[in-house]
């Protein structure tokens, strides 16, 4: 079964410190990562995905994330915050095999806060 | 390109009434996912469509919910004789096929009185 941990339900940065966000995730075939943003009341963004491809991904607004196989990580990152990144990160799973083709399995979520 | 469309984004219903959630996926795309979130719980998967069909509905609570997706029209959740537990927010997602990126629309947000 795959399941996602993100480490740390809680981030607090200052504007312009890096951004890191952790998470990994367990998956018994090669799997598919993506990163998403939720702004309060709203619904979720695609920030970037990684499908097998390069390990190093780069999305949207600044954010990249590595894709690690030895550590079953996929951390996001972002070199200089900006208060409009504060919101609430989640990292999702999903594979291509069995009955769970295509269905996104989340982690918990991060709230990322930006000091000013 | 319009997104994906949920209405209404705001459902009040009383308990033993009937919850009708409604996603129209983006242009293009076939393949439609109900999620839920819950207080303290995340989001957690419910049921995956494409057109006419239930492909996986694994994480559909037994009794009381269904899902649908025809041939034209919208994708609805129902949710019968609500409880309060299911207040909650529900998003629907859209992707072209099923190893594609999902869409997620802005949710309906259901509270249960």
């Known amino acids: 079964a795959q399941s996602v941990t993100q480490l740390g339900s809680h981030v607090s940065v200052s504007e312009g410190a890096l951004v890191l966000l952790r998470c990994n995730y367990s998956?018994?075939?090669?799997?598919?990562l993506f990163w998403y943003v939720q702004y309060p009341n709203q619904g979720l963004q695609l920030l970037l995905k990684?499908?097998?491809?390069?390990?190093l991904v780069k999305g949207i607004n600044g954010f990249e994330a590595e894709f690690k196989k030895s550590e079953t990580s996929f951390h996001l990152t972002k070199p200089s915050a900006h208060m409009s990144d504060a919101a609430e990160y989640f990292c999702?799973?999903?594979?291509?095999?069995?009955?769970?083709?295509?269905?996104?399995?989340f982690g918990q979520g991060t709230i990322l806060t930006v000091h000013p | 390109n319009a997104g994906v469309m949920q209405n209404p984004r705001h459902l009040v219903r009383r308990r033993g009434q009937e919850a009708r959630l409604r996603c129209s996926p983006m242009?293009?795309?076939?393949?439609v996912y109900w999620y839920r979130q819950l207080p303290e719980e995340g989001l957690k998967f419910m049921v995956y469509l494409q057109k006419e069909n239930i492909i996986d509905e694994s994480g559909m609570p037994k009794e009381r919910f269904s899902a649908e997706f025809p041939k034209e029209g919208p994708s609805i959740l129902r949710i019968q004789q609500v409880v309060r537990g299911d207040s909650a927010a529900y998003f629907c997602?859209?992707?072209?096929?099923?190893?594609?990126?999902?869409?997620f629309g802005p949710g309906t947000r259901l509270t249960v009185t």
């Open positions: 998956s018994s075939v090669p799997p598919y």
């Open positions: 990684y499908t097998s491809a390069a390990t």
């Open positions: 997602a859209s992707s072209v096929g099923m190893e594609n990126e999902q869409y």
């Open positions: 999702a799973v999903s594979y291509a095999g069995g009955t769970s083709y295509g269905k996104l399995t």
């Open positions: 242009k293009g795309h076939s393949h």
